[in-house]
């Protein structure tokens, strides 16, 4: 054996250390030698574990891992060398692993164990990854549950964790309703208590109508539905799922479990299940496939009976940065250059359902720091940001857009974003809090950046105050992204050539170069992508959305125009012959960047003019 880990020089494992003698069992080389020998760690940082083992307590690898002084797969890759055992880098595709041997292994068991089947090797037995591989006696479990003879193999714990989400979530995708539900103060007992945030893949033995509704939602986030829509008819109940901005049918189920349905849905969201006559509103957190879902419930009494529809709310999309969300490089320059200002207004505008919220968010979290006080007046507060204070609106106890826009004024706010300017009373507030020194964000709607300035003065507020106080006016439509699996490229027509705002000849020739913007290809000169369709995307040609903007920066000519009291048209056409890019060629520049479809984008800006 070496004499210091710095040097350290492992032996085959088992062989013999003399000729012509009985070979002696040397001790199993400790972790901190291996993992110098392996070149996962020097002998300062090692020296500098053990002092904080000393410390702190706890496995040597733990604390490690902890104070990042080695990498996860290092020390799998150590554990496995000191354990005799095979060493699995790579995991096999979820998808992959065999359904047969995930269904004997419960999920919980495999989470807490860090354990997961992962297919069967060339002889037939099966290759289980484990991540602690000391755990015999969690080796000896699996085979029981398996019912065969194991061979185990190392991994890190987080890629094994991240698989059994996977495998454990194509597994539950599938549930269906198989029995009828209980009957009678049964079924009210079974939904009169609200679950804790657990794993909802971890509910594999729950009654049907809790499994039903579980994979609902999970096929929902799985698909990326936006909304949930439960639907009862004459015959049976109709799930559709709003996906990409399209409503499309999911599944049905008999009339028979519409109640038990709807009363899950409620006892999730915590509302009244025995209030079947009036609209409710509610909320829903969860874990699904080991991330959280927040989910905003809504229901309506018809016809029919109640109709519930749920909005899945994607932390993750509007948690992204300002260059996430499809801004061009020169638009994106030019946001940032208002968010940052000391006072003004900033207003988004757009439809209900075209990414205002997630581009206000990223706005807030682009600009929020230790020394700036943020406050928000929303309607509903779709998600908790840090660092940020707030307040959901509640007309019922008059707390309104206006009131508590009023009552902010007196909390020394730098920054306050108002869920929507509807009305003359919020609109005047949010100007004198701009000229009193504050940077304010809101939204309008109204189809173009333009048309924000008249529908201010429409509300009542003189044309000087709107002209001083804003300073840029951004549009916005979704637009859906093709499938990176099966769009192709054409060359398109020249009629849509001209109908984008391009010239022909030099977008044959590839003479367009745009602002770079996340998420652009290059396509072949003088092509576009068309969208065809295939299993990835359920053959509707698409997968996932981009934005396209319209910033009206307000100018000096702007700002004339305004106290001239100068219609929408007269603004717009002064801003684009001052270089705004519209709408529809920021959708274009978007087409000739692979992001979207010709198509897309001539539909969405339908109603914009262009």
């Known amino acids: 054996m070496a004499s210091s880990p710095a040097t350290y020089d492992l032996p085959p494992m088992g062989d013999p250390t003399a000729i012509g003698v009985a070979p002696s069992i040397p001790p199993p080389p400790l972790l901190g030698e291996i993992l110098v020998a392996q070149g996962a760690a020097n002998s300062e940082g090692l020296a500098r574990a053990l002092e904080l083992q000393r410390e702190e307590g706890g496995l040597l690898g733990e604390v490690m891992l902890r104070h990042r002084l080695i990498e996860e797969d290092h020390l799998a890759k150590a554990l496995a060398w000191q ?83 996977k495998a454990y979530a194509r597994l539950r995708g599938g549930a269906e309703l198989e029995s009828t539900p209980k009957k009678g103060g049964e079924e009210e007992e079974e939904f009169g208590q609200a679950e804790e945030l657990v794993d909802m893949l971890d509910a594999n033995d729950e009654a049907p109508i809790i499994r039903w509704v579980n994979s609902l939602i999970f096929q929902a986030v799985k698909d990326r539905a936006s909304d949930i829509h439960i639907e009862p008819g004459e015959r049976d109940v109709v799930v559709r799922y709003r996906v990409d901005g399209n409503l499309r049918e999911a599944k049905r189920a008999p009339k028979k479990f519409q109640n038990s349905i709807n009363a899950r849905v409620k006892i999730m969201a915590g509302l009244n299940i025995a209030e079947k006559r009036l609209p409710q509103d509610g909320r829903i957190r969860r874990k699904m496939a080991g991330k959280d879902v927040d989910m905003r419930v809504a229901t309506v009494p018809t016809a029919t009976g109640e109709r519930t529809t749920i909005r899945l709310l994607d932390r993750a999309s509007v948690m992204l940065g300002l260059p996430d969300i499809g801004f061009p490089a020169d638009t994106l320059e030019q946001v940032r250059s208002i968010i940052n200002r000391p006072h003004g207004i900033l207003l988004v505008t757009g439809p209900t359902g075209s990414g205002k919220t997630t581009t206000l968010y990223s706005c807030l979290s682009e600009i929020n720091s230790p020394d700036k006080n943020i406050l928000t007046v929303e309607d509903p507060v779709e998600y908790q940001l840090e660092g940020i204070s707030q307040t959901q609106i509640n007309p019922k106890i008059e707390l309104t857009f206006a009131s508590g826009l009023r009552s ?81 490229p054409v060359r398109p027509s020249e009629s849509l050539v001209l109908e984008l705002g391009l010239e022909p000849s030099k977008f044959y020739a590839g003479g367009y170069k745009f602002p770079d913007v996340k998420g652009m290809r290059t396509l072949p000169a003088g092509t576009m992508l068309e969208a065809v369709g295939c299993p990835a995307c359920r053959q509707e040609g698409y997968r996932g959305r981009t934005a396209i903007y319209e910033l009206l920066m307000i100018t000096s000519q702007v700002r004339r125009l305004c106290l001239d ?7 717009r056409n002064a801003a684009l012959a001052a270089g705004m890019v519209s709408l529809r060629f920021d959708g274009a520049r978007k087409v000739v960047q692979g992001m979207t479809t010709a198509e897309e984008v001539m539909l969405t800006t339908a109603e914009t003019g262009d």
């Open 565 to 571: 009291k100068a219609d929408a048209g007269t603004i």
């Open 408 to 488: 902010f004024l007196r909390h020394d706010p730098d920054v306050i974003m108002v869920g929507e300017i509807r009305d003359r009373e919020t609109a005047e507030i949010a100007i004198t809090a701009s000229l009193t020194g504050h940077l304010v964000f809101s939204t309008v709607h109204t189809n173009d950046a333009a048309g924000a300035i008249t529908r201010l003065v429409d509300m009542g507020i003189e044309p000087f105050l709107v002209a001083s106080s804003l300073v840029g006016l951004l549009a916005q439509r979704l637009v859906r992204r093709p499938c990176p699996d099966c769009a192709r």
């Open 83 to 165: 354990s005799d055992m095979p060493y699995q880098r790579d995991l096999p595709l979820a998808e992959e692993i065999p359904a047969e041997l995930i269904e004997k292994l419960p999920i919980n068991f495999a989470k807490q164990r860090s354990v997961l089947p992962l297919m069967r090797d060339v002889a037939g037995r099966v290759v289980v990854a484990i991540g602690d591989p000391s755990a015999v006696e969690t080796i000896d479990a699996v085979a029981v549950l398996l019912g065969e003879p194991v061979d185990p193999v190392v991994a890190a714990p987080s890629k094994i964790l991240e698989h059994i989400n």
